[in-house]
């Protein structure tokens, strides 16, 4: 050994990890052993196969069977046969099984985490260090939650089948993330990781065996987006998870649209990194090192838009380039790389045609002036400046190690920018000052915010996004739940009406005796308007005789609602006490016109009985989620880091959308109302059509009641043309449907934003508020760490 | 690579250079814990991290019961810190390897300048008070103004809690200024004892304070004090190092000390300079590890690289 040379040089020298073992493991599974159906491998007669290549060296590692839909019905079969054994166990059976595969997944730790940095081209630090201690983490944390479930969620059973696809940025942590709440709610299990990834999920595989799974209870199919799609779309499935793109995401939502099916989406991210003047400026550059160039950047949350107050933007950009300076990108079993391989070929091609468009579009690149190795798909990290919000490096994700940096110059201004985009999966916030830092983290819309951190994942703490991101959570309570199924909020269906006629046109049908000309009008912005066509439509007695005419609203309308419930953003800012007290007053004001109220429901047919019961539950209802408003609190969790408040806010989804039917007129509109508004959300109601009368009357006392104008909007006409507009407007964020019927239209809709949809009759028993008031909030994680 | 530069000239207190500057702990210590694990020396390179660690060496001794029997034997350790058969198989005869100084008392100088002669080893003293640094000012300054007299070529100094806790940087500035005046040619090392200092803010701008008062080192810890030389208070002195010498084209050196005890201690911490400052940073008239027992565990690790066994302490000259 020359150690004078070395002396000289300083140089780290080459220090691999070792592969041999995961080598020797590939070696005798080259062509694979099959899909795990019930606890054993089966080859697929009519399957195709895809060459899974190391991404580091152009190596094929293996070759991985494409599934068929024989397969994947197999898979499907198996996870359903497994259930009853799987629910069986109980409680404390469940835990151990999940306990063993955390045990089993430390225990093979190593292997483990050189095969991921095989496999994907992930640094051997991250896989080591980051993915696999992580992994075994979530299985540990929902170890717990299989023993206790049934007492922290009396009444709530799995869904059933779960179908899980998962990408290749974090094959094995996600499939964690996947199968641990999964099996911990008392689900089985079909698995499909990316066809680019697919190692980890293999020896998964085998861990089951080795830890005792019980047949069937965990299935893994391999394959590329047509098994996906195959898969999700199985008539056999319960609930699909994805976590993946937001194309993807969106393909998904339609597939399933009308299904009945749970869904979770995890999607694709611009997350904003707001570097305030104030921050600790090393720790932000550190931060960027955590998020961008992490994983090559091939992160969902990570900070891709860097945001810096101005005055400090050159000295932070120049700290940047320093940093860049020091990173070593190469070998990622080389124990001193920092930035691997990019997953394949298609992915650095991607990266390569958006930062090339960047370039021509006049931003400049400020790259690391490192060598890159000869072979394996590798790009340089770095950072991007002098791109405005409208270039498509600004808005587009590039998942590569490329950031885009921008100034502003006000707090304001940051959270304008932050959230001047269709996503919103996560924010970092670095101020060292607690006034600015939780005022941004407040009003930044992402899933997950880190105040003076970044990429901070425990399994106690929800993770999860916010518009174009998807919906659900993964990780702690709110995960939990995403796995199960919401007791049914339908009550059995009431006697058949008649149809409600909409044309707007005169139908001849004689009035009603008592029939006093009343003029009907639209609610919004806080005053009754005119439909924009100028169209009415009858509303009868139920028996064919009309009673009244009821305005017709369009889908301009819908326009015109949805832009005064996007203006009345003061009803968020309210104090829920605020809100509280607004809505007690209208619950008192329907209190004293109680007899009216039930006219107007009897006048359309409802008998009086009913009609009384009716107004009286709604009422209650109003009173009820009034009371609430100030008692939708998050929560603080146990997290794995030190020093650490990781805590939930509940917030409001924004603008809401309610599309009510004709079964519990009143109840079930004021039920919905009520826990929307008391969460804080602005809300377009579309009332039970048959009901314009009741509706009519509400105006006048929601007028009357100190409700600010545009937060709440109410919508006659017929719910099978407004329920599609709201769901496919982009400013509604999301909506809850009563009729099962509009489900398919709605859900097809709504996949253009990706907004939740709640379907199901709005119940007023305080058990429905109380499930009412969960659902109409999303669950915000803030992550702040403090240290003197 | 140790080409000789400007010594600090120091300058007037400029509290804008630190005012500022807030240091986030939690951050600084999620680096921290990325030190050791983001890079990695082994075999040949390990072996030669090893060697450059021993010439990082401020060979120590700081104990009551201090003789001078203790310091010869300490300082025939610092000439030859490596057994010659160690030495031979690495290929390194030529290097002359010794520690980069030794360590003492006033009143063990003369003892230890006695002991180096000729082997160009530096003597370095602590004085004004060490460790508390307690003592009326006209005191410490004739304390080293003592030890220049003896021989010491280094000075370290430890600064004033009291100042940097009620933020009295004025005083501090001016007390480590006279002390740089008393030291003449010697150069002087400031130690801040960071972990009597509440605050990694408080680190920085204490860091800050002395360079500009005109130290040649900063260092961190007595290694009396319950907490010693931390890679989260490292990394913030180093950043005040590092923006010392963008604002004065400066050269500061580190010396970490107390609590560095392991051969991977030795390697994690020349990492990180080499990550946060650069190889010039890693040379030993920029760079010093303030250790005593350090230098056993190295020995049996180099032994280890040489032989393919592990070592026994007893199998190496004690200190």
Redesign the interface.
């Known amino acids: 050994m020359d150690i004078t040379e070395i002396l000289t040089t300083m140089e780290y020298g080459p220090n691999p990890e070792s592969a041999d073992d995961a080598l020797a493991w590939l070696k005798d599974r080259q062509d694979w052993p099959g899909h795990f159906i019930a606890g054993a491998f089966h080859a697929d007669p009519q399957e195709t196969a895809m060459k899974v290549e190391n991404p580091a060296t152009h190596a094929v590692l293996a070759t991985m069977p494409v599934a068929s839909a024989a397969t994947v019905d197999a898979a499907v079969a198996a996870a359903r046969a497994a259930l009853p054994g799987w629910r069986g166990l109980g409680p404390q059976g469940r835990a151990r099984v999940l306990y063993a595969l955390a045990r089993h997944l430390q225990k093979r730790a190593r292997f483990l985490a050189v095969l991921e940095t095989l496999d994907n081209g992930k640094p051997i630090r991250e896989s080591r260090d980051i993915d696999v201690p992580l992994a075994a983490r979530h299985f540990y944390h929902h170890a717990g939650w299989a023993a206790a479930a049934e007492v922290e969620f009396p009444g709530r059973a799995g869904w059933g089948v779960c179908a899980q696809v998962i990408p290749w940025n974090f094959p094995l942590l996600m499939l964690s993330w996947k199968i641990a709440p999964a099996l911990a709610a008392g689900n089985t299990v079909v698995l499909k990781p990316a066809e680019q990834t697919p190692l980890t999920a293999l020896a998964f595989a085998e861990i089951c065996r080795e830890a005792g799974v019980p047949d069937g209870a965990v299935n893994i199919v391999f394959g590329a987006g047509d098994t996906g799609a195959t898969l999700v779309a199985h008539k056999g499935v319960d609930k699909v998870a994805f976590t993946g793109s937001t194309e993807v995401g969106r393909a998904i939502r339609r597939s399933l649209a009308g299904s009945g099916k749970g869904l979770t989406l995890e999607l694709g991210g611009k997350s904003p990194f707001i570097v305030c003047a104030d921050a600790d400026l090393e720790a932000a550059v550190e931060g960027v090192v955590d998020g961008i160039w992490f994983n090559g950047g091939q992160v969902c949350c990570a900070g891709s838009r860097l945001l810096v107050q101005e005055g400090i933007a050159e000295r932070f950009y120049a700290r940047l380039r320093d940093r860049l300076a020091r990173l070593r990108i190469g070998d990622p079993l080389h124990k001193s790389t920092d930035i691997g391989a990019i997953v394949s070929g298609d992915q650095l091609a991607r990266i390569r045609r958006l930062v090339a468009e960047g370039q021509a579009q006049g931003g400049t690149l400020h790259a690391a002036d490192a060598a890159l190795p000869e072979t394996g798909h590798y790009h340089l990290p770095g950072f991007f400046t002098g791109a405005e919000p409208a270039s498509t490096v600004a808005r587009e994700e590039i998942f590569g190690p490329v950031a885009v940096a921008m100034t502003f110059r006000t707090p304001d201004e940051a959270v304008a920018l932050a959230n001047n985009t269709a996503y919103g999966l996560a924010a970092s916030v670095w101020s060292e000052n607690i006034n600015t830092a939780l005022d941004l983290a407040a009003r930044v819309r992402a899933g997950v915010v880190w105040v003076n951190g970044t990429n901070l994942f425990d399994a106690a703490a929800p993770f999860g996004g916010m518009k174009e991101s998807g919906f659900g959570r993964e990780g702690g309570r709110a995960g939990l739940e995403a796995y199960l199924h919401p007791l049914a909020d339908d009550p059995a269906p009431g006697p058949a009406t008649e149809p409600v006629d909409f044309s707007t046109a005169p139908q001849g049908a004689g009035p009603a005796a008592e029939a006093v000309d009343r003029t009907l009008k639209l609610y919004v912005g806080g005053k009754q308007v005119r439909p924009d066509g100028g169209g009415s439509y009858a509303v009868t007695d139920g028996t064919g005789r009309s009673v009244a005419l009821a305005a017709r609203a369009n889908r301009k309308d819908v326009r015109n609602a949805v832009e005064a419930a996007v203006k009345a953003a003061g009803w968020a800012r309210m104090p829920a006490a605020g809100r509280a007290q607004v809505l007690y007053f209208l619950a008192e004001n329907m209190d004293q016109r109680r007899a009216d109220l039930a006219v107007s429901l009897t006048r359309a047919g409802l008998a009086e009985d009913a009609a009384d019961r009716e107004v009286g539950a709604a009422v209650d209802a109003l009173i009820f989620a009034a009371g609430m408003a100030d008692k939708l609190d998050g929560g603080l969790h146990s997290v794995g880091q030190p020093r650490m408040v990781a805590m939930t806010m509940r917030e409001p989804w924004g603008v809401a959308g309610l599309v009510c039917d004709d079964r519990a007129p009143l109840s079930a509109l004021i039920a919905g109302v009520g826990a929307l508004l008391a969460a804080g959300n602005r809300v377009v109601a579309v009332p039970s059509a048959r009901h314009a009368l009741v509706a009519g009357d509400l105006m006048q006392l929601i007028a009357t009641s100190d409700v600010p104008g545009g937060a709440l909007n109410l919508l006659t006409g017929d719910p099978a043309e407004l329920a599609p507009v709201l769901a496919a407007h982009d400013e509604v964020d999301a909506l809850w449907l009563a009729d099962p019927a509009l489900r398919a239209a709605v859900e097809t809709a709504a996949a253009g934003n990706l907004k939740p949809v709640m379907a199901g009759l709005p119940r007023s028993d305080p058990a429905g508020l109380a499930r009412l008031l969960q659902g109409a909030t999303q669950v915000k994680t803030i992550w702040v760490p403090y240290g003197a | 690579?140790s080409e000789s530069f400007p010594r600090n000239p120091g300058m007037a207190l400029d509290e804008s250079w630190f005012d500022?500057?807030?240091?986030?702990?939690?951050?600084?210590?999620?680096?921290a814990d990325q030190i050791g694990?983001?890079?990695?020396?082994?075999?040949?390179?390990q072996?030669?991290?090893l060697?450059?660690a021993i010439r990082c060496i401020d060979l120590t001794t700081l104990a009551g019961d201090d003789t001078p029997g203790r310091v010869r034997r300490l300082c025939a350790k610092a000439r030859q810190p490596l057994r010659p058969d160690l030495v031979e198989a690495?290929?390194?005869a030529?290097?002359g390897l010794t520690t980069a100084a030794v360590c003492v008392y006033p009143t063990m100088v003369p003892h230890a300048v006695a002991a180096l002669e000729g082997s160009g080893i530096p003597v370095a003293s602590v004085a004004t008070g060490f460790p508390a640094g307690l003592m009326p000012l006209p005191l410490r300054l004739a304390e080293i103004r003592y030890a220049v007299e003896e021989g010491a070529a280094e000075i370290d100094i430890v600064i004033t809690r009291e100042y940097a806790l009620t933020g009295q940087w004025s005083r501090l500035h001016d007390e480590i200024a006279a002390m740089r005046e008393a030291c003449e040619a010697a150069h002087l090392k400031a130690i801040l004892a960071t972990g009597e200092l509440?605050?990694l803010t408080n680190v920085y701008a204490a860091s800050m304070v002395a360079m500009q008062a005109g130290a040649d080192f900063i260092k961190t810890s007595t290694g009396k004090e319950t907490v010693n030389a931390t890679l989260p208070v490292a990394?913030t002195m180093i950043?005040a190092i590092r923006d010392y010498q963008d604002r004065t084209s400066t050269l500061i050196g580190y010396k970490p000390a107390g609590g560095l005890r392991s051969a991977r201690d030795a390697t994690v911490w020349?990492?990180l300079m080499?990550?946060e400052l650069g190889?010039r940073h890693?040379q030993p008239d920029l760079f010093r590890i303030g250790a005593s027992s350090m230098l056993g565990d190295i020995e049996r690790q180099i032994e280890h690289a040489v032989t393919g066994r592990y070592a026994a302490l007893s199998h190496h000259a004690a200190a």
């Open positions: 690579m500022g500057v807030q240091v986030n702990r939690s951050a600084a210590e999620r680096r694990t983001r890079r990695g020396v082994k075999k040949a390179h072996a030669a991290w060697v450059h690495l290929g390194i030529d290097l509440g605050t990394l950043r020349l990492s080499r990550e190889l890693m």
